[in-house]
């Protein structure tokens, strides 16, 4: 069946520092591709998605490329801030209706 | 801002009390959906319905009773619950196909 692999953390970074959050999935056919954030206390935000290979999402300086080779969607920031401190989901939807998740990796960044 | 509001965003309730969760969206999204949130936990599907019909219940116990009165409601109504039905309870909706907006959540605590 599908499923959503991602690195499960806590990762733990310094302000400015470059971020990578891997996710890995196992579908049939041509997924789309998500990354969510739950900041404390609050529901999940889309942050950035890609329907076909090779598409690049992009969002408040966050990037993901799809890339069927390696069924991969790594999500990377070149410099993090406190305020990215949250829960980072990754997640497939295939059939159009509702998502599978990763498990969700927690990211703290300190000043 | 959330598109996608629910209410009350905090619950306590006795075993033996009837509650429901209200959703609201007016994003004209035709996909609406029920997840469940335990702390540090990926959201887990509960209920999705399409065009205002019924389309997935991922073997919810009947102690949970969803109901979507119109395209831009979604209700879920709570009776009988036991302490581990506590958690963050998130409603969501969506074009098909597309990524899901989610609310904010309600906090549901059983006693």
């Known amino acids: 069946g599908n499923s959503v692999t991602q690195m499960e953390g806590p990762v733990t970074l310094s302000e400015e520092a470059f971020l990578t959050i891997n996710c890995t999935y196992t579908?049939?056919?041509?997924?789309?591709l998500f990354w969510y954030v739950q900041y404390p206390g609050e529901g999940l935000q889309l942050l950035l998605k890609a329907t076909k290979a090779d598409d690049k999402g992009s969002n408040k300086g966050f990037e993901a490329t799809y890339r069927k080779e390696t069924t991969s969607f790594h999500l990377e920031k070149g410099s993090v801030q406190v305020s990215d401190s949250a829960v980072y989901f990754c997640?497939?939807?295939?059939?159009?209706?509702?998502?599978?998740f990763g498990k969700g990796t927690t990211l703290s960044v300190s000043s | 801002d959330t598109e996608v509001t629910q209410t009350p965003k905090h619950l306590v309730m006795g075993m033996t009390n009837k509650k429901s969760l209200k959703c609201e969206q007016h994003m004209g999204h035709r996909a609406m959906y029920w997840y469940k949130q335990k702390a540090k936990k990926p959201p887990e599907l509960m209920f999705v319905?399409?065009?205002?019909?019924?389309?997935i219940n991922e073997s919810v116990p009947s102690r949970f009773s969803p109901e979507c009165p119109n395209s831009s409601l979604l209700n879920l109504h709570l009776h009988a619950l036991q302490p581990e039905d506590s958690a963050l309870y998130l409603c969501a909706s969506s074009q098909v196909p597309g990524g899901l907006h989610f609310g904010n959540g309600t906090r549901l605590t059983v006693t």
């Open positions: 997640a497939l939807d295939q059939a159009g209706t509702a998502l599978i």
């Open positions: 579908a049939t056919g041509y997924p789309s």
């Open positions: 319905y399409s065009y205002e019909k019924l389309s």
